[in-house]
């Protein structure tokens, strides 16, 4: 499992490329956009934390170069500039409260049918 943090900002300019506020998530935010497209079979669990989310993305293999190999193609698809259409944080699969009592039985069976295990 690999957590991102920060994928749900809260306005545009804590979504900027470059910095020019003391809150500040960047970007980052634009992965969970790339993982869909190109590596769709990763489960990505988006979770409403405080102050600006986190994305737990699930059924990794380390053998799998996609993402490196078409990286520059990435880039050229999910790097905008600015200003950054900042992600709805009514995309969570959780929100903070729920998360606390883990995931729910059918969500950990769709994260072991995605992973193949």
């Known amino acids: ?45 988006r979770v409403d934390t405080e102050p600006t989310g986190t994305l737990l993305v699930v059924g990794l293999d380390p ?14 698809a999910f790097v905008m500039p600015d200003p950054q259409e900042v992600a709805a944080r009514d995309s969570a699969s959780y929100d903070s409260d729920s998360a606390r009592s883990g995931p729910r039985a059918d969500d950990l069976d769709e994260l072991r049918r995605r992973s193949g295990r």
């Open 63 to 76: 053998a799998n170069r996609l993402l490196v190999d078409e990286l520059d193609d990435i880039v050229e």
């Open 1 to 45: 499992m690999v957590a991102f943090d920060d994928v749900f900002p809260r306005d545009i300019d804590e979504a900027a490329r470059e910095r020019h506020t003391d809150a500040w998530t960047g970007d980052v935010f634009r992965i969970q956009f790339a993982l869909e497209a190109y590596r769709p079979d990763l489960a990505q669990i």
